[in-house]
């Protein structure tokens, strides 16, 4: 019966091959990122610079674990991109790019797509120069991600497109999206009939407007699909098996580094802050103890989901927690480092430390919204204790 | 790697304490202190194992473990709510052995004592004083092994706990024990405590969920209900994290822990204790606040040892002196927490 105990909470190392790697991103990172604001490096993720990543791809930092073949790495391990993505993450890299592209659409597209997808696709994304976006939400499917209506219907030539999609990540930057669409069926017959195509974003009939965010950011777009003809090499994966591509994609999502780091950028240069003399006092040093002792058990079970992952189990309900409790985290540092400073005379805070606060506590709703809203990873979990 | 399964240890651990370490020994001995015919025999039982010996090298007629090793075992002590300090008695004999004094019979508490002006000594609290059959006491940079039995004691908030004092004769005649200077008994003891602390968060869970499913309102199990699914997610989340944690602190192959991962491990744990307790009262409902049912002797204790090595204002603030110590990325602390080799 013990629920809890068939969730896997070993104690897992990074292999050494893969640590390795470390040294040199870190060089070339610290040298990367020497001049920019703290402010605009706590973005990371978010952040975009197409020039920045070409310069990772002339690394081979993209695509790492993906097969020489198709130009990546040469199928290192995923040890090795975490550390990658934990380096890029806390330094604040503006890997925004190329993010999705390397985290998601090309593992899938090397999972599912055909010969010719692979050999078109991943190769342009290693070298930075094919960006994904992901097309699943829309106005009325968010959580409800099975109502989706947007439709793809067979032609002579293809698919004709039809719908639109909502809070589309970087789609006014990106050449590419992979959208989730109705391909058969309706609405009613909710996960079935769904299939995941790969939409040109410059066809004819594509139209991508960014919205703003509280912030004053516009990372995220509305896409409006009217009548877009796509070839039948557009599906991706068999038609119908959108659904199950889709929730295999998102354990991959869940879990990783990208959970746990959201405001490092931000705590690192409050702790410089406290770790100055008129900075420094006994209640920051509790704080600073506080979200180190959460953050270090976190980053064992991100690292040990991982393993998991490696071994080719799907700890769906492992990364839900560490997303949850990640992103709990991720919240929480904002928040209390503003109790903190806001307790002090204004004239000892630095002003860069206030503009970087200023972003990250704007930014901090949406770490509990993308990638799944807290309740439904938390329905998820209960699905996984039998609850459900 | 250190897995609750292939864990034979642990796997004899769970299975003494199952069968001797019920709740009603458990009340038992809370009631009794070391009078109890229930302590004695208990200890007795778990004495036959030889797991308290575990923690000595082979030549010292032990099983040569590593903390890392008896995670599991200490984990199943919080689980059945053993109201005795095996882990204490773990490292204690381990540390006595190392130090060639003989080892007492019986269980032995840790704690932190003062010198008095005449000779004497005095521990305010000693967890476990009223069932140790001794206490290795840290004073300054000296320990020594004192004896229960004649020490004049004075009860203290919890049952199981006592303030301890001997006069200067009985000091005299206790055995001094060399011990690393470097060595602190709170972070000994926090070291050992947040293991049980793990397993005591993760019976509470099972109890929790078990009870959601079993327990009809308005015709339906209250586990049916998103609200009560919600707060079991949350409490998983916490027992995750913090046997994480505890795992962390309880790494290595040794008997002396690392002073960082402890501090993570207790605080950790500590924070967990606090939510998780919370959640499983609030759903039993009022039978988990009975004497009677089982849930209370798991969720004081949880207060208890809580309370116990430092809580988590005490460990906040050594991990957050060690980031403040540590120029640079957090990351690079986070690793040095995080980056333990693998034992077993
Ligand atoms: C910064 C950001 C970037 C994003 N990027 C992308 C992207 O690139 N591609 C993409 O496709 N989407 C993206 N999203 C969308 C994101 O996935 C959705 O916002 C999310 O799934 C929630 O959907 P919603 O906003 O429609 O909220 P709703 O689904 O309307 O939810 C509103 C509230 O109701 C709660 N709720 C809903 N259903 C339930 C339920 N069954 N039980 C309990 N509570 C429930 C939710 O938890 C939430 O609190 C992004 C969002 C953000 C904020």
Redesign the pocket.
Known sequence: MSTLDSLTLTLTRIPAQDEALRAEVRAFLAEATRDMPAHIRARSWSGYSTAFSRQLAAKGWIGITLPQEYGGGGGRSAFARYVLVEEFLNFGAPVGSHWIADRQSAPLILKFGTEAQKQFYIPRVCRGEAFF?????EPNA???LASVKTRAVANDQGFVLNGQ?I???NAHHCQYMIALVRTSGTTEDRHKGLSQVIVDLSLPGVTVRPIEDLSGDSH?CEVFFDNVQLGADALIGAEGQGWAQVTAELAFERSGPERLYSSIVLFDQWLDYVRTPQGRTESARQLAGKVLTQLAPLRAMSVSVQENLTQGASPIVEAALVKELGTTLEQMIPAAIAEDLFARDAEDVPVELLLTLKYVTEASP?FS????????LR?MIARGLGLR | MTTNHNDMFADAARDVLADQCTPHVVRAIEAGGRTAGATAALWAQLEATGLADALLSEADGGAGLGLGQVFGVLEQCGAHALPLPLGETMVARALLAQAGVARPAGCIALARGERLADGGLRCALVRSGQVAAAVLVQAGTAWRLLGTGDAQATPQALALDAALAWTAAQVQAAPAVAVDGALDVRTLQAAVVAPPMAGALSSVFQRSLQYANERQQFGRPIGKF?AIQHQLAVMSEHVFAARMAAQLGCSGAGVVPERLRVATAKARCSEAALVVAELAHAIHGAIGFTEEYDLQLFTRRLHAWRQTAGSEAYWYGVAGEALLQHPGMTLDTVRRITDVDAVL
Do not use: H, V, Y
Request: charged share 20%.
């Open positions: 976006c992901i097309g699943m939400s968010g959580s409800d999609k809070w589309t990540t995220f949406s919204l993308r990638g799944g809203t807290r309740d439904i329905g | 998103q």
